[in-house]
């Protein structure tokens, strides 16, 4: 049996519109994580967000994490009696994201296990405030 050019093109048509077809389907049920759920509103207040990092700069002040000992450790040198929030944000995965309020002990140390935390790239800011500052200070650490 042989096929006529006008079949051929018809079921090279449906072949093709089957394709689109799948691939729109495909890209429509595509997991797509936001940087952050409320973007729009962190836009309007970036220059908030800089200023926040800008009052920091030249104080002396350290996120530094261990992953042998699984310890995050935030530390400044204004001491005792600061307090703030830390978020912990994954990039891969906006479910994971959570905060928690900290307070920094005598030395000036906020001390966070991260045993519980999901393997992989976590960036983790600390946000406190000073009189009538704001303060923050961001790191990004790869948890093993």
């Known amino acids: ?3 006529n050019w006008g079949h051929k093109l018809v079921f090279f048509t449906i072949l093709f519109m089957l394709f689109i077809i799948t691939m729109v389907f ?3 049920t595509q997991k797509v994580d936001l940087v952050e759920a409320d973007y729009y509103e962190k836009g309007i207040n970036y220059q908030q967000e800089l200023n926040k990092h800008n009052a920091v700069k030249g104080m002396d002040h350290q996120i530094t994490y261990l992953a042998s000992t699984h310890q995050l450790t935030f530390q400044t040198a204004m001491g005792g009696q ?3 929030t830390a978020y912990f944000y994954r990039p ?3 479910k994971l994201d959570f905060i928690i309020p900290f307070t920094l002990d005598n030395e000036g140390k906020f001390l ?3 045993q519980a935390l ?3 790239l976590w960036k983790v800011t600390f946000e406190w405030r000073v009189g009538e500052v704001n303060m923050a ?3 990004e650490i790869f948890v093993e």
């Open 1 to 3: 049996m042989k096929i």
């Open 26 to 28: 495909l890209m429509v």
């Open 82 to 84: 600061v307090q703030g």
């Open 92 to 94: 891969s995965d906006s």
């Open 112 to 114: 966070y296990s991260t």
């Open 118 to 120: 999901t393997k992989g």
């Open 137 to 139: 200070t961001a790191k």
